[in-house]
């Protein structure tokens, strides 16, 4: 996964240049903080870019947020379940793959409802009109 400090998001289909385009997994979404508790539950120091997920958002609990409403800068995206960990996690570190599975570890995925860019730095914040 390369960083980047914007992206732009379309409708129905994702994070425009990213390979999957469409469907209900067109975001990938991990909080900084539950890494961090990971990293240090692990004894571990890896990047949160091993986990693969395309937005890592901060100040923002995510567990159990399945058919909520993520604001993300001008763009919202509809929740629609938990990203389980896979095999890749334990390659990155020993263990990560198990210590993610407890409450959404492993992040959310969920799908584009508004055209725009987003950029490090904007506000996220649930839609509570959703």
Do not use: F
């Amino acid at each position: 996964m390369d960083s980047v400090t914007r992206a732009e998001l379309k409708t129905g289909r994702g994070i425009v240049g990213n390979a999957d385009q469409g469907g209900r997994r067109q975001v990938t979404l991990i909080e900084e903080e539950i890494w961090r508790e990971l990293m240090l539950a692990l004894g571990g120091d890896i990047s949160a870019s091993a986990r693969r997920a395309n937005l890592l958002v901060r100040g923002i609990a995510l567990a159990n947020s399945r058919g909520r409403i993520l604001q993300v800068g001008a763009c919202r995206i509809l929740i629609h379940g938990e990203t389980r960990p896979c095999e890749r996690m334990n390659e990155a570190l020993m263990g990560l793959r198990e210590a993610m599975r407890a409450n959404w570890g492993g992040g959310v995925y969920g799908e584009v409802l508004d055209d725009g860019a987003i950029a490090v730095g904007d506000k996220v914040h649930w839609d509570e009109e959703s």
